[in-house]
């Protein structure tokens, strides 16, 4: 992990007006005022693909029920600019194609593990994500092969109220997806 060293800790206006140049590392996020840089592996971006696969599959099989996206900038707050690995937004509320960012926050962030971010994915940023409203997050832990599933019990709950730890034999599962159901152990496995 590398984070980027400044004299004084930057703002989501500054940070959302940097022009990137040649060089630059692929994917970096505003965390609490410092611009945190990260090269997912292989792993990370192989279930970030087959995650975002079976939403985009989910979400095509029947109408109205919205779109998954991959990594896009989403505006927290003055302080935080995060850029989950797979964001699902309802029917009504997806972004046009015309969009420039920040994106508006989701209905359900995905956070893939990464050995250099995972502190601020179960730290800083679901919290951030709490804070902010998010109805739903899953942060997929790469290193025990399960999903922790953060989730409010009902719309307006001021946190998370609901947290679930789902191993290689549960089921991913959730109320803003009806529908949608992913063996975790598909999920981790081979291919």
């Not at 945190?36 to 079976?54: C, D, E, I, M, Y």
């Not at 994915?121 to 902010?132: L, N, V």
Request: aromatic share 8%; net charge negative; proline share 8%.
């Amino acid at each position: 992990m590398q984070t980027v060293t400044v004299a004084e800790r930057m703002t989501a206006e500054q940070y959302l007006a940097l022009e990137p140049t040649p060089g630059d590392p692929p994917r970096s996020e505003l965390i609490d005022g410092e611009v945190v840089v990260n090269s997912p592996r292989w792993r990370h971006q192989k279930l970030t693909g087959k995650l975002f696969v079976a939403l985009t599959e989910w979400a095509r099989a029947q109408p109205r029920r919205g779109q998954a996206s991959l990594t896009v900038d989403v505006l927290l707050d003055d302080r935080n600019v995060f850029e989950p690995d797979i964001l699902w937004y309802a029917e009504g509320h997806v972004p046009g194609d015309d969009l420039e960012p920040p994106a508006p926050i989701p209905g359900l962030a995905v956070e893939v593990r990464s050995p250099s971010t995972w502190r601020y994915d179960i730290g800083a940023k679901k919290s951030g994500y709490e804070r902010r409203g998010l109805p739903e997050l899953w942060l997929v832990d790469t290193a025990a092969d399960e999903v922790l599933a953060f989730r409010r019990s009902a719309p307006g709950v001021a946190s998370f109220d609901v947290a679930l730890e789902l191993a290689r034999d549960d089921v991913l599962e959730s109320l803003l997806l009806p529908g949608f159901s992913l063996a975790v152990g598909e999920l981790f496995g081979e291919g």
